[in-house]
């Protein structure tokens, strides 16, 4: 069992919490970091689950094994790093940076001290997308050509802080929110990006915005891609990959649809699995200890760093209004 600590404990660090704690064998918050634990004692207290303010007594803490950052997204590289040189395993929830060269300076943080970096894109664990990736590296599509996404729901106008409608936060519309995790799905099937074009079309700013968000890829692999986000519309995932012989479209966490040439369509649906601890799992998993086997968390170190390095080429494409190439 990992000792772990929750740095945030808002809306989403509270999911996390609940997903894990009293429920995963592999592992167990120790104590939450919060710098309002009066406004969320209740919850805590129905998880068991110790809050503290001191971030950086936690960190010196030597029975906490790992930290789980459910924090502002700037704050994400330099903690990563902070609990990196504490000697702490992290995961990290999406995106891990606001920049390429920040991720980068994380990953190293983690990587030169033969520490766990893991990441929280729960989509990757989503019934509907294991059996995608599974399709596509059967090869049964045959050569890959072309991608599209598209993940919206109504979380912004839902669940709503002040550092989320920041530009310097939340850059890019529903970037951050929803469509960094197309960006990790996209990474994952055709690798590294070579450039992108962007736009974004707002019709309403603040608290509860409306604005819809489309990005058209070049991969390095030759594959070309787009995918789009809405805020604010009701939930909706759709990713398709399509090759010469077939495509293969996830829909939503549980469903999937492979049609070949010549009209055969196979249907697959899934069982609901709890991807926030199947993910929290797989990190766990991850993390050297002894007496046991460890298993590589499923997303890449390189596969962060080139989802980084999209990510920040789409806000730059949407800011300058321009094709921006993606850094290597």
Known sequence: MIQAALLG??????????????????????????????????????????????????????????????????????????????????????????????????????????????????????????????????????????????????????????????????????????????????????????????????TRKGPDPRDATSVMIEFASGVQGYFAMVRATPLYWRVHVFGDRASVEALGENEVVVRHLGGRVERYTYPPVDSLRVELDAFADAIPKAGRTTQPYPISLAEMGNGIALFESIVTSIETLQTVEVPQ
């Open 9 to 202: 404990f808002g809306w989403w660090g509270q999911n996390i919490a609940r997903a894990v704690q009293g429920k995963s064998d592999r592992l167990r918050f120790k104590v939450a970091v919060t710098k309002d634990p009066l406004s969320t004692q209740h919850i805590a207290d129905s998880l068991g689950l110790p809050q503290v303010t001191d971030e950086m007594a936690v960190l010196a803490d030597p029975e906490i094994e790992a930290v789980v950052l459910a924090t502002p997204h700037s704050l994400h590289a330099p903690q990563i790093i902070d609990a990196a040189q504490a000697g702490k395993h992290v995961f990290c929830e999406k995106p891990l940076a606001l920049n390429h060269v920040d991720a980068l300076r994380a990953i190293e943080a983690c990587r030169t001290r033969g520490l766990t970096l893991g990441l929280g894109q729960n989509k990757r664990f989503w019934p509907s997308m294991v059996k995608l990736r599974k399709v596509v590296a059967s090869g049964v599509l045959g050569e890959v050509l072309h991608l599209e996404g598209h993940y919206s729901n109504d979380h912004s106008s839902k669940f709503f802080s002040d550092w989320r409608s920041s530009p310097a936060e939340s850059p890019a519309g529903g970037l951050t929110g929803t469509g960094i995790h197309i960006v990790d799905a996209f990474v994952g099937l055709a690798g590294p990006a070579r450039r992108v074009r962007a736009q974004v079309h707002i």
